[in-house]
């Protein structure tokens, strides 16, 4: 268990606030055949600083989750609190600057970026979305997001399709990070990447979540990677929590046989433990 970056001393006898929680949440489509929920009653929240594992086969509802923590899609019910606030309808001023303040690295690093788009126009995108003025700053400031991820000022200048899986991930990561939110939800960040290189990855991802205090949600069918990373669980069947708790205790003395599946199913992957970066 890593140690967590960015907690605030709550007052004597309150408990912390989440930065993040999701209420009930629940989302239905409409099918043919009739109504379909594929997520049903999910509730769960996130402290300042840690990193909280969603996991489960894929289907079980963990991005339909996320995309509905982020407001890219509307719940049928239930509420997401941001900083104790409810979080206003999508198409809201309010949720446009609350965008900036939460962001996702997608699973596929090579559909994630424009290929006609050199990488200095694809961090600087978030900028012009946001409308951050360009100041004299902004080339330091994508050399500056560039360092942080491994890569060098070269990269600039070059096109997506230059770049490995591994490189274009570690873009992706820049580019979420590029109006310092607080919130990273990581969708499956390293599934299509060789272990080695993910391990790579899962590793920038800590030592960046150390020096930014970062939060994250980070989704994933690989209970091995969940405990190396996550400081908490939180297991999805069906579109339903079936269980939830400290990563460790999780994995060492899961209560749901579901639980029990997904660690059998998925063995120790000692590269990562063993590319560790301290």
Do not use: W
């Not at 890569?151 to 490189?167: I, K, M, N, T, V």
């Not at 310092?180 to 990447?193: A, G, H, K, M, N």
């Amino acid at each position: 268990m890593h140690e967590r970056i960015g907690d605030s001393a709550p007052l004597a006898g309150a408990a912390p606030l989440p930065l993040i929680e999701a209420r009930g949440l629940i989302k239905e489509y409409a099918r043919h055949n009739g109504v379909t929920r594929v997520a049903d009653d999910v509730s769960f929240a996130i402290q300042p600083g840690e990193t909280l594992g969603l996991v489960g086969e894929s289907g079980c509802g963990k991005t339909t989750v996320a995309r509905i923590l982020l407001r890219l899609i509307e719940p049928t019910a239930g509420v997401v609190l941001f900083e104790g606030q409810p979080l206003p309808p999508a198409s809201s001023a309010a949720m446009r600057a609350l965008r900036r303040r939460m962001q996702i690295v997608f699973q596929d690093p090579y559909a994630a970026l424009n290929p006609r788009m050199t990488v200095s126009q694809i961090l600087a995108e978030p900028f012009r979305i946001h409308r951050e003025p360009h100041a004299e700053g902004l080339s330091e400031r994508l050399r500056e997001l560039l360092r942080s991820v491994g890569l060098d000022d070269s990269a600039l200048s070059r096109y997506p399709h230059e770049f490995s899986g591994g490189q274009r991930q570690r873009i992706n990561i820049a580019r979420a990070l590029a109006l310092r939110p607080r919130l990273l939800v990581l969708d499956e960040p390293v599934s299509s990447l060789d272990v080695s290189v993910g391990a790579q990855v899962i590793n920038l991802l800590r030592d960046l979540q150390r020096t930014l205090g970062l939060t994250y949600l980070f989704i994933s069918h690989s209970m091995p990677l969940v405990r190396y990373l996550c400081d908490r669980v939180a297991v999805m069947q069906r579109g339903r929590l079936v269980e939830l708790g400290d990563c460790t205790q999780v994995c060492d003395a899961p209560r749901n046989p579901y639980t029990r599946q997904l660690i059998a199913a998925t063995p120790e992957l000692p590269s990562a433990a063993d590319s560790r970066t301290r």
